[in-house]
């Protein structure tokens, strides 16, 4: 199992500016534009998600799409979370979709 680390530790990663944390689960929005735009962003999620095997919950709304990270088997947040969460705003930044600051 992977040692949890607090909201406070995720806020202060590298990376991790679209986050926010809410009870232990770190969430973002990104405003694709486009429901074609979301769906993309989402299939790239999902092969970076497979990669790390850690799997976040996302949704998918016109022109949005959220995504929640915890790491369910520790029970709150870990460094996987911190991994993939940066490695999704890196993702989405080259795709040119901003994320909407809180």
């Given at each position: 199992m992977t040692d949890r680390i607090t909201a406070d530790e995720f806020r202060a990663a590298d990376?991790?500016?679209?986050w926010t944390v809410v009870e232990d689960?770190?969430?973002?929005?990104?405003?694709t534009g486009s429901f074609a735009a979301g769906v993309a962003l989402i299939d790239r999620i999902g092969v970076l998600?497979?990669?790390a095997n850690h799997h976040p919950d996302v949704d998918l709304?016109?022109?949005s799409v959220t995504v929640r990270l915890t790491t369910h088997d520790a029970g709150g947040l870990t460094v996987k979370d911190v991994a993939?969460?940066?490695a999704v705003s890196q993702l989405a930044d080259d795709l040119g979709v901003s994320a909407q600051k809180a």
């Open positions: 990376g991790v500016g679209d689960v770190a969430h973002a929005v990104f405003r998600a497979d990669a709304r016109y022109p993939l969460a940066r």
